[in-house]
């Protein structure tokens, strides 16, 4: 029944076999090295949702197929193999789906760059290890997965790798990704090794582990529990993955890639890895409360910290940037308080609404970078203080992007409001839930919708601030790049509507919460096991919601007033608040302190390995044997003289005492 | 009588290989090596090898000789004798003579037996030196004739070549 | 009686001169007639040894010897004279480009 599930990754590993062998020197054509990557991802898609429809209609929910055996080392076996179950399922969805889209934009995007094929080959690459990651049946599968988008994130990042700032921008994501899979392999180790040496269960199965997980109850580690401590370096791995505090810093720089990546892989699909990873391990997580609480916790703190940070930025993509990370933070106060479905759904969601920011944001700077290169301006085209008042030139760019801005800052009915009011809500009434971080929470809803309208604004009402050259040749882009944003934009919107919460579900007529259903084969056994629910009265949850759409409009009415009525108010307040405004804009000075802490050290006995040790020990013995060597022979070299006839004196005795023993015997 | 005559010839023979080796001309070295092969060719004779001895004396004293003699003219080495014109004698010297130790122990210590043909001194004197290293070579070195008759002609391609001004 | 140990010690002698003669001399064809005198010293004793076993055989190996040695004076001094023509001499202490 399930057993051509390989298929799905296996399209997009083909068309990137296909433009990577081929695309430079065979295809070399635009349009077919687009269609190749695009109808790969676009196939796994198709095959995605005839799986889909077909485990809707199955009562079994969990399949697995074994495609082939990977390892079989003493009692650990471990398989190629395939898990579909509905949070698979629906992952899948999300992955082809939105990258298929991304895909279509990127050939119009993409149009006319240098190594184009290089860049569909990596986006199949991508896909292929992003579809291992979320169909893997064990941790080692995912794990292969796991470092194959950390790879392709690094390949995307440093895409424009003869500019200085792209490259560095790469090699520091991935060695912050580095430090994350250091957490998440310990973290896999130590749940292999207890559970095979204390139990007998020597596994990296999910689902067996899942099973036999509760025996991992009474066992204890560094004086905390088992599961605490390896659920922490799990969430470690996950704070890499999916830039949260204290490893977030990659993803903002990360935007030196190019746009469709920053769309695909730093915003819908990798850096929600992490969530995904701890929605796979729910069990796990669930028996351990303290790890909960740290999930939660930072969430919290890194949601509210990068809103922070999106107030002052200036950059189009950074903002959004920010804005990623801090609705990451949302996700993992949802996996923290126990609502792994409502941290799903906003995942989902937010895939369909910052995917569509991004695109939009790229339709922008497309149109910016074709008007100034018009005009021969060196001008930031990704600066929003040359943009301003696009609304007329680019409608449709407009129309999706105010759209996923709605929906973003949780104005009812669009996608993001269903979401984000059901973390809010588990947050504030789960047994796992607690009232700090429901403030937070709401404190940093408030900030999104506050900066995000605020780059709504500044990009597309007002004056247009584009220097005078170049202003008239801002046009909106071709269809395939306003295409993916419409379809995103539509998602965005009705996308929500498969999780409406129960309590507004009763009030408007019995409508069923029908992503928690689905979801529910997955986490509901956990949840039910270790008691996680959320309980109160539906009047308390209906005024919650209505107090997050009063500081969501709250939100807008502030970035209304300060950007759009008075546009000298910001000024002011930056003026007045100087010092803020200063630690803001540099980003609470987070990289800086990051180099003094780690990165200088680290240089520093990078640099003593170097110098001290490299250079001066292993260079020493290498080149002293050398030179001991060369002085021997320019001993023996006085011996090569050239002269034949001392090489013939020399046999002549060679002879005689060759002669000479064949007499003697 | 004979073995008079025999050391006599030895003391020409070694005399004049002496020449060779210390005569400061080429020339006179090679009419020294001329004499040595008169001499040997004396012994060949006193070892009923007739024929031997005679194409010794054409082969070598003959052929060879007046080919290095025409090459030593060519040349006309005259500015170079003037120089040192030996080196390294003290090590040469001590190789050669382990060399001749070497040798003379071996003929001292050893004796010379070996499969006894059927060609005595009466059959050569009867049946003629001349046919019976004719039939031998014909029949069974038959095939190291024509090999080395080969070597003679790569010997004399070689030599054109060499010798050509433009190689 | 002369036995073949006369000859054959002869033929040392010989030899011996001849090795020295090749390790000394500075002139190579002077060199090249000691290695002819060396030649020599060994065709004695194969003759000598010819007689003494009463076969052909060592008289066939002496006049292949010759063969040799014919084709040997008639490259060798072909080389000698290309050498000659490039450097002006036959001193072989200037044949040293084996060093480099």
């Known amino acids: ?665 | 009588m004979e073995i008079i005559f025999f050391y006599l010839v030895a003391l020409v023979a070694v005399v004049s290989g002496f020449l060779v080796i210390r005569c400061q001309s080429p020339v006179n070295s090679a009419l020294g090596l001329v004499n040595t092969f008169f001499c040997l060719a004396i012994f060949y004779v006193m070892l009923h090898a007739p024929f031997m001895a005679a194409i010794q004396i054409m082969v070598y004293a003959g052929a060879i000789m007046v080919l290095i003699l025409f090459v030593i003219m060519l040349l006309n080495l005259g500015t170079e004798a003037r120089k040192s014109y030996t080196h390294g004698i003290v090590w040469s010297a001590i190789a050669s003579l382990l060399v001749l130790c070497n040798v003379i122990y071996f003929i001292k210590r050893g004796r010379v037996t070996g499969a006894e043909g059927d060609i005595t001194d009466f059959t050569v004197q009867s049946v003629g030196h001349v046919e019976l290293i004719g039939k031998t070579m014909f029949t069974e070195f038959l095939l190291p004739f024509e090999i080395a008759s080969i070597l003679l002609l790569v010997a004399i391609v070689g030599a054109v070549v060499l010798a050509k001004k433009e190689v | 009686m002369i036995s073949v140990y006369h000859y054959m010690t002869v033929s040392a002698i010989l030899f011996a001169m001849g090795t020295y003669g090749v390790l000394t001399r500075r002139n190579a064809i002077v060199i090249f007639m000691c290695i002819e005198l060396m030649l020599n010293s060994v065709n004695l004793t194969f003759i000598a040894l010819s007689n003494h076993l009463q076969s052909m055989d060592g008289q066939i190996f002496v006049f292949f010897v010759m063969t040799v040695a014919a084709a040997e004076a008639a490259v060798g001094l072909a080389l000698m004279i290309a050498f000659y023509r490039n450097r002006e001499s036959i001193d072989v202490d200037n044949i040293n480009l084996m060093k480099l």
Request: aromatic fraction near 14%; include cysteine.
């Open chain 1, 1 to 665: 029944m399930y057993d051509k599930l390989w298929l799905i990754p296996f399209f997009p590993l083909l068309g990137c076999i296909i433009n990577g062998l081929l695309g430079k020197r065979f295809i070399k054509n635009e349009k077919v090295i687009g269609a190749i990557a695009t109808g790969a991802i676009f196939l796994s898609f198709l095959v995605s949702c005839k799986y889909l429809i077909q485990l809707l209609g199955d009562s079994v929910k969990s399949h697995e197929v074994v495609v082939a055996s990977w390892m079989s080392v003493g009692i650990l076996q471990v398989d190629w193999g395939f898990l579909l179950d509905p949070l698979s399922a629906l992952m899948l969805m999300v992955v082809c789906g939105v990258g298929s889209l991304i895909h279509l934009y990127s050939i119009g995007y993409m149009h006319g760059e240098e190594g184009f094929y290089r860049f569909f080959c990596y986006m199949n690459l991508f896909a292929f290890s992003m579809l291992m990651l979320v169909l893997g049946n064990n941790a080692l599968v995912m794990f292969v997965g796991w470092e194959g988008v950390g790879l392709c994130s690094y390949l995307l990042i440093g895409y424009y790798f003869e500019k200085q700032s792209a490259g560095d921008a790469a090699k520091k994501a991935f060695v912050m990704n580095r430090v994350g899979d250091f957490g998440f392999l310990l973290g896999l180790f130590i749940i292999f090794w207890t559970l095979g040496s204390k139990h007998d269960v020597w596994t990296v199965n999910f689902m067996e582990i899942s099973e036999n997980a509760h025996l991992l109850s009474g066992d204890m580690m560094l004086g905390l529990g088992v599961t605490t401590v390896a659920t922490l370096c799990f969430f470690l791995g996950a704070t890499g993955k999916s830039a949260q505090l204290p490893l977030y810093t990659w993803l903002p720089d990360a935007m030196e890639g190019p746009t469709p990546v920053s769309a695909l892989i730093h915003a819908a699909t990798m850096v929600t890895a992490g969530v995904y990873m701890i929605g796979r391990m729910n069990v796990l997580f669930a028996m351990s409360p303290t790890t909960m609480a740290v999930v939660a916790l930072v969430g919290a703190l890194t949601a509210i910290f990068a809103a922070s940070i999106g107030f002052a930025q200036n950059d189009i993509k950074r903002v959004l940037a920010y804005s990623t990370v801090s609705q990451l933070g949302f996700m993992f106060i949802a996996m923290g308080v126990g609502a792994f479905t409502a941290g799903i759904f906003h995942l989902m969601t937010h895939a369909f609404f910052k995917a569509c920011l991004f695109l939009g944001s790229g339709s922008v700077i497309h149109a910016m970078h074709h008007a100034l290169h018009h005009a021969h301006l060196n001008d930031d085209p990704q600066d929003m203080r040359n943009m301003g008042g696009l609304r007329k030139k680019m409608p449709v760019t407009w129309a999706t992007f105010g759209i996923s801005c709605l929906a973003i800052s949780g104005l009812p009915f669009f996608s993001g409001f269903f979401s984000k009011d059901e973390i809010l809500w588990w947050a504030f009434a789960s047994t796992r839930g607690s009232k700090l971080v429901w403030a937070i929470a709401v404190i940093a809803a408030f900030m999104t919708a506050f900066y995000m309208f605020r780059a709504l604004y500044m990009t597309f009402h007002g004056e247009q601030r584009t220097n005078a050259k170049a202003k008239d040749h801002v046009h909106e882009s071709p269809w395939v790049i306003t295409l993916p944003l419409v379809v995103l934009a539509f998602l965005a919107t009705v996308g929500g509507l498969i999780g409406i919460p129960h309590v507004l579900g009763n009030m408007l007529g019995h409508i069923p919460n029908k992503l928690e259903h689905f979801l529910a084969p997955v986490f509901e056994h956990s949840q039910r096991l270790y008691e996680i629910e959320a309980h109160g009265t539906a009047a308390t949850e209906v005024s919650l919601m209505v107090m997050s759409v009063l500081i969501a409009l709250a939100g807008i009415g502030v970035a209304t007033v300060m950007y759009m009525k008075n546009p000298e108010l910001p000024g002011k307040f930056t003026r007045k608040f100087s010092q803020l405004h200063r630690w803001v804009y540099n980003k609470w000075f987070v990289d800086e302190a990051y180099d003094v802490l780690f990165v200088n050290s680290t240089k520093k006995l990078g640099t003593f390995c170097w110098k001290g040790f490299d250079v001066k020990v292993i260079d020493g013995i290498v080149n002293g044997t050398a030179k001991v060597v060369g002085a021997l022979s320019a001993v023996l070299r006085h011996t090569q003289t050239g002269l034949f006839q001392n090489y013939a004196l020399t046999m002549v005795f060679g002879t005689v005492v060759m002669v000479a023993i064949f007499i003697l015997n």
